[in-house]
């Protein structure tokens, strides 16, 4: 029996009637279409589908959508302004810190996450807390560059 839930995703307001079994991954990418947040293992292992439930990183492939009844997600796609991609995101590419970019949703969001609460990590904070996160491609010297180098741009504009 469906249950009707209310989210805000990305900023937008959504009334969704959902299963009691169905995951906040498979309602993000199929019932609203946003397939930037990526499922790999869906057992909670290698964090492919992250994304943020009020602002913090959480696995979800092992959240069921009524779960977050009320809460307020931010995907991937939610992360660039008016076409401007975040500056995480442009740091990922001007550090080649994609390959296949399965990873890179997840990854981006948990960096997010980490630098809206420590805008001045170290190199070791930086790993701990993408520990979650696995790149099957092996890029890890890259991404904790980029990210190192967006907290530095984002420090020396004001971003968020
Ligand atoms: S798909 Fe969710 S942790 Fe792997
Ligand atoms: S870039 Fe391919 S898994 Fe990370």
Request: charged share 20%; aromatic share 4%; glycine share 10%.
């Amino acid at each position: 029996m469906p249950r009707t839930i209310h989210l805000t995703v990305n900023g937008h307001k959504h009334e969704l009637a959902v299963e009691d079994n169905l995951t906040l991954a498979s309602l993000l990418r199929h019932h609203l279409g946003l397939t930037g947040t990526k499922t790999g293992c869906e057992e909670g292992h290698c964090g492919s589908c992250t994304v943020l439930v009020n602002g913090s990183p959480l696995y979800s492939c092992l959240l069921l959508a009524t779960a977050v009844d009320g809460q307020a997600i931010t995907t991937i796609e939610g992360l660039a302004v008016d076409g401007k991609l975040h500056p995480l995101q442009q740091a990922f590419l001007d550090e080649e810190a994609l390959q296949c970019g399965y990873c890179s949703p997840g990854i981006i969001l948990n960096a997010k996450a980490l630098l809206d609460k420590n805008p001045h990590p170290t190199e070791d904070e930086i790993r701990y807390s993408l520990s979650g996160n696995l790149c099957r491609c092996g890029l890890y010297q890259r991404i904790v560059r980029a990210v190192t180098n967006a907290a530095h741009s984002m420090a020396a504009k004001g971003a968020r």
